[in-house]
């Protein structure tokens, strides 16, 4: 085995613990370490929370925080010291699992801890096990086809300035809004504006709590961290 360790990372997926593929479940029945992405806040983590019953039960758990904040000079320390704390425990040959929901190269945290460790201790290898999204789990859930034929799909993110968002769906058929709880009034007045679109909205899917929204007028003001936006041309 060699001695600069191996690390994966592993999408989750939105939420069923059932949506992990056999991949993730296999290699989550091998590594030495498992590591999950929390808040500082609280140390809660929905990624092991969702993986938990295939993590074995002599394997160590560590749960790396991250503040919740856009202050890039802040998430950068956060970064560049949950990667000190990875390097350090993969010496010696150990493995590995990263937990993140979802997949791990969609708006994940996984994809700024490998970039980041990659430059740190450039030694360490990495494989990463694909997940399901949660926009293909809300697809499913309500039999919404995202795009067939010649049609497009836009993936984008509910952080983005309303007017840029609505500038992007310009020339496009279909759309994935995630992190739409950030600006979501906005972003709803900007839909119905345009009203070229049919839209759900839905939250906390496949955890408690869960709601779909057909209506989007109907959604409330605040809503959860874990939501998303399905639009799709009117036919």
């Known amino acids: 085995m060699s001695n600069s360790g191996k690390i ?34 609280n140390k809660y983590s929905h990624s092991l929370e969702i993986a938990s019953e295939f993590v074995r039960d002599d394997c160590e758990v560590v749960k790396l925080g991250y503040p919740m904040t856009r202050d890039k000079d802040v998430l950068r320390e956060a ?15 150990k493995t590995a699992a990263f937990l993140t929901l979802g997949d791990p190269l969609i708006y994940s945290t996984f994809g700024y801890m490998m970039q980041t460790m990659k430059m740190m201790c450039p030694e360490v290898e990495f494989e990463v096990v694909p997940g399901i999204t949660s926009y293909q789990a809300a697809a499913a859930r309500s039999q919404q086809v995202l795009v067939e034929s010649g049609q497009n799909l836009l993936l984008t ?36 504006e345009m009203d070229k679109m049919d839209v759900k909205f ?23 961290y874990l939501s998303l ?5 009117k036919k």
């Open 8 to 41: 994966y990372g592993i999408g989750v997926g939105p939420g069923d613990s059932d949506l992990l593929t056999v991949r993730a479940v296999r290699v989550l029945e091998k590594v030495d370490i498992v590591f999950a992405a929390s808040s500082t806040k």
């Open 79 to 93: 970064w560049e010291e949950n990667c000190h704390i990875a390097c350090d425990m993969l010496k010696g040959g």
């Open 157 to 192: 993110s509910g952080v983005s300035d309303p007017e840029k968002f609505a500038k992007s769906l310009d020339n496009v058929d279909n759309a994935v809004i995630l992190k739409a709880y950030r600006n979501f009034p906005e972003l709803r007045d900007k839909v119905n």
């Open 202 to 224: 839905y939250t906390r899917l496949g955890l408690d709590g869960e709601a779909i929204y057909l209506d989007i007028n109907e959604v409330p003001e605040k809503t959860n």
């Open 229 to 233: 936006m399905l639009l799709t041309a």
